[in-house]
């Protein structure tokens, strides 16, 4: 099977272990939709943000989400991975790194802006998505998406091929 599969919140605890010195870069603290909102929003502070959190290599600090590193490892033998990430390519080498740290392994590593993962998404399976919106995209181009569980991504959708799972081990039972 050809499985896509984001980073942040999906295999990295970024945000929950991010959280904190974001709210300090910014000067206050944000509601989980609040940050992703200025994410999308904020362009020239969050250029700042990363440019900061390249230079002091946040993004190496993070751990792995429970069960995300040993069932890659599993599937690897049997499945082509496909890591689609929304960071920016300045990040490239940390994340490398960071994979190689976890004992993460995977086929292809793509660089896509927010939604814009369907281009590197046209022949999967299967993907693996925390985002919201992105999920809804990535439905139309693959045959099936887990949205991985988060408070900021606790909406309905319409899309019949989108499944909502809570941790690894749930994504585990389904195949
Ligand atoms: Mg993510």
Not at 136 to 144: F, M, N, S, T
Not at 161 to 175: G, H, T, Y
């Amino acid at each position: 099977m050809k499985i896509g599969i984001d980073i942040d919140n999906v295999i990295a605890n970024t945000f929950h272990e991010l959280s904190d010195r974001f709210n300090d870069f910014m000067g206050r603290q944000m509601e989980p939709l609040e940050v992703i909102e200025t994410m999308r929003n904020n362009k020239l502070k969050m250029w700042a943000y990363w440019f900061t959190a390249w230079k002091e290599g946040m993004l190496s600090s993070v751990s792995a989400i429970d069960g995300s590193a040993d069932t890659i490892r599993e599937w690897y033998p049997y499945h082509e991975i496909k890591l689609v990430t929304s960071r920016m390519p300045i990040f490239r080498n940390q994340t490398i790194h960071w994979l190689k740290k976890h004992s993460i392994p995977y086929h292809e590593l793509h660089h896509a802006k927010e939604k814009t993962k369907h281009t590197k998404a046209q022949d999967l399976e299967l993907f693996i998505e925390d985002n919201f919106e992105e999920s809804e995209i990535l439905a139309d181009y693959c045959d099936r998406v887990f949205l991985f569980d988060h408070p900021w991504n606790r909406r309905p959708s319409s899309k019949k091929n989108i499944i909502r799972v809570k941790n690894w081990e749930e994504i585990k039972s389904f195949l």
